[in-house]
């Protein structure tokens, strides 16, 4: 089947402005994870998803980030009143995971953030 | 948090030569992960091996988790496999998030 999908693949946007990032994980699966990808930190994690609940937002640089996901499925991650520092790439990853100890995560594309 | 280390950072190899990355890690760990990101960027899925060993054509990784290391052997490389890898591990069961080493930059010259 499909593979992880993100949209959109690259993002130009003026500093300050809301930007909304979407992804479309492996069907059935039922975690959903966001990370990003800078020069400066690497990978890191921001928010995963269990259902539609969001049980660990640890990785959330600020109050600025936010994310939601709706019927177990599309997720989308809201930036608001970007920043410079945001730009990076993000990227959305699933696994299909039911309490159980395997966990292999799938990511996608990603998007490109470049904040002017 | 749990730290992970990987070497080299950077190799460069003649195609055709045979190569092992290391990934080390702090802790315990129930999910480790080798990645390779294409210059496009995508994260493609190697292994899945929290321990024993896997085989893949060229690849093959091993996981030895009582003494918190990953090796991932690269025979006979191609041009193809230019890339960064990295390695990526959780600590729980079920859900949970990836830590990320900061990857083996990888250019395989013809």
């Known amino acids: 089947g499909a593979g992880v999908s993100q949209s959109p693949s690259n993002k130009v946007t003026e500093k300050g402005k809301d930007v909304e990032l979407r992804c479309d994980p492996i069907s059935g699966h039922t975690a959903l994870y966001w990370y990003r990808q800078s020069l400066g930190q690497g990978l890191e994690f921001l928010i995963y998803f269990q259902g539609n609940s969001a049980p660990d937002k640890s990785g959330l640089p600020s109050d600025r980030f936010s994310a939601e996901r709706t019927g177990g499925s599309v997720s989308t991650l809201t930036i608001q009143r970007t920043q410079q520092e945001d730009s990076a790439v993000y990227l959305c990853a699933s696994s299909d995971v039911v309490y159980s100890a395997y966990n292999e995560q799938f990511f996608g594309p990603g998007t490109r953030l470049t904040v002017l | 948090g749990i730290q992970v280390e990987q070497s080299p950072p950077d190799l460069i190899l003649q195609e055709g030569a045979n190569s092992t990355l290391r990934c080390n890690f702090s802790d315990s760990v129930n999910n480790l992960q080798w990645f390779h990101q294409n210059p496009w960027g995508q994260l493609i899925n190697l292994f899945y091996i929290p321990s024993g060993t896997k085989q893949n054509g060229r690849l093959s990784a091993t996981t030895v988790a009582t003494e918190r290391y990953s090796l991932l052997y690269i025979s006979s490389s191609q041009t193809t496999d230019s890339g960064v890898y990295f390695c990526?591990?959780?600590?729980?069961?079920?859900?949970?998030?990836?830590?990320f080493g900061t990857g083996t930059r990888l250019l395989v010259s013809p």
């Open positions: 990526a591990v959780g600590r729980n069961t079920g859900f949970q998030k990836l830590v």
